[in-house]
């Protein structure tokens, strides 16, 4: 079973700050990689999507990236804004199925 | 729809008792996954549609879980006899997603939106 682990669980930085968001998986055998944002008691938003055969992923100030033979993937955020506040999940599926194992999140909270 | 909705929002009920939670796919999605999120973690896959079929029910705790989707679209959540430990988020996500074809050597993307949730409380 694929075991996702996401690091820090929790994240406090000053406004403006880059910041990295690290998430490892034990099944390197992976197709598709997410990155959500969930703010409390909402769902989940997607924000990148890695294809195993990508490297990286960019949308706005947000870059993702996959190491897939270290099974290791990272959620850069340029410039952190107060409005970025908010759970960080990752999740990804494996060869042997269509379904997505879930990290525990890195609460993340940009102070102004 | 303009996004995946789920119904009720919350749900109160008494142990022993039978629930059932709807999500509303985005039209035209083929795929639907449902999830439970417990206080402090990460959603945890139940069961997982193509069209009418459960494609893979391999997350469903046990037989008081059961989930349709008879029309390709609508699903229902089903929960026989509640107990306290049933009390969660219910998350259901919906996908373009069609699954690999024959000949294929990688998976498309599998892009899933999320609808709101629906807090049940076992009590």
């Known amino acids: 079973k694929q075991e996702v682990t996401q690091i820090p669980a929790a994240l406090s930085v000053p406004e403006g700050e880059n910041l990295v968001l690290n998430c490892s998986f034990t099944?390197?055998?992976?197709?598709?990689l997410q990155w959500f944002r969930q703010d409390p008691g909402k769902g989940l938003t997607s924000l990148l999507l890695?294809?195993?055969?990508?490297r990286e992923q960019t949308s706005g100030r947000l870059n993702a990236s996959l190491d897939k033979s270290s099974g290791r993937s990272t959620l850069y955020i340029a410039a952190s804004q107060p409005g970025d506040s908010a759970t960080y999940l990752c999740?990804?599926?494996?060869?042997?199925?269509?379904?997505?194992?879930f990290g525990t999140g890195t609460s993340l909270t940009v102070i102004p | 729809g303009a996004g995946v909705s789920q119904t009720p929002s919350n749900k109160v009920t008494e142990k022993g008792k039978y629930v059932e939670l709807r999500c509303d796919p985005i039209?035209?999605?083929?795929?639907l996954y449902w999830y439970r999120q417990s206080l402090g973690q990460g959603p945890e896959f139940l069961i997982y549609?193509?069209?009418?079929?459960?494609?893979?029910d391999s997350g469903l705790p046990n037989d008081r879980f059961f989930a349709v989707r008879p029309e390709g679209s609508v699903s229902t959540l089903k929960i026989q006899r509640t107990e306290r430990g049933d009390s969660a988020v219910y998350l259901c996500?919906?996908?373009?997603?069609?699954?690999?074809?024959?000949?294929?050597?990688?998976?498309?993307?599998?892009?899933?939106?999320f609808g709101a949730g629906t807090r049940l409380s076992v009590l």
């Open positions: 996500a919906s996908s373009q997603y069609v699954g690999r074809k024959p000949g294929q050597t990688d998976r498309p993307k599998n892009i899933q939106y």
């Open positions: 099944d390197s055998a992976i197709y598709n």
């Open positions: 890695i294809q195993s055969s990508q």
């Open positions: 999740a990804s599926d494996t060869n042997t199925g269509n379904q997505f194992y």
């Open positions: 039209s035209g999605h083929t795929a």
């Open positions: 549609f193509q069209g009418t079929g459960a494609a893979d």
